[in-house]
């Protein structure tokens, strides 16, 4: 019963995902390139370990936002890899312009201090944001991410969370300029995000 539920958990997150992908190919490159996606995303307010921070506040840089959770055990760590081993492609002049930022789908575990440890882990520039469940949830909402709370029996751990996986590519402008699915290569990400700081 376990196994069956985790299948059609992982289908619905795949088949987002790939709702998205088709969703955002519809648009037209031309559409991607010159306006970008501006009834998705959007400014925010969540939480660092350094106080409350907004989107806005990174206006003129480049923003890859991710979503997950610091007990993730796999799949967040490698996207946030990769997003570390693609801004060591790009030459310190980008890098100044790029502002990582990871959100947590686990605001009951992944309080300010811990999301924000978490998220310098994989480089002193990435900020970690977390706030109320009904924050997150509004966020993680206006960005089509799916993600769910799933029991584990006989774990401490309690439970997990299953989610889906894109790096959203934010503009100087504020406005979502592209999206990276999972497994993109670091060359992949950084192309991407010189794609944004040249729009």
Not at 121 to 133: A, I, K, N, R
Request: charged letters at 20%.
């Amino acid at each position: 019963m376990k196994n069956l539920r985790q299948i059609v958990i992982l289908g619905v997150l795949a088949a987002a995902s790939i709702g998205i992908g088709l969703w955002s190919g519809m648009q037209g490159k031309s559409q991607q390139q010159s306006e970008g996606y501006p009834d998705l995303g959007g400014d925010f307010t969540l939480t660092s370990d350094q106080g409350p921070v907004n989107l806005a506040d990174f206006r003129g840089k480049v923003v890859p936002i991710y979503f997950g959770f610091t007990h993730c055990p796999d799949i967040c760590i490698t996207s946030l890899s990769s997003i570390a081993a693609g801004l060591k492609e790009l030459s310190e002049a980008e890098r100044s312009q790029v502002q990582p930022v990871f959100i947590t789908i686990d605001p009951e575990r992944d309080d300010p201090a811990r999301v924000g440890e978490y998220a310098r882990y994989f480089g002193p520039s990435f900020v970690g944001l977390t706030g109320s469940l009904e924050d997150v949830t509004k966020v993680a909402k206006s960005h089509f991410v799916l993600f769910e709370k799933v029991p584990l029996e006989d774990s401490s751990m309690g439970y997990t969370m299953d989610h889906s996986s894109i790096i959203y590519v934010v503009g100087k402008d504020g406005v979502i300029r592209s999206m990276i699915h999972h497994g993109e290569t670091p060359a992949g990400i950084a192309k991407t995000l010189r794609e944004a700081l040249a729009s």
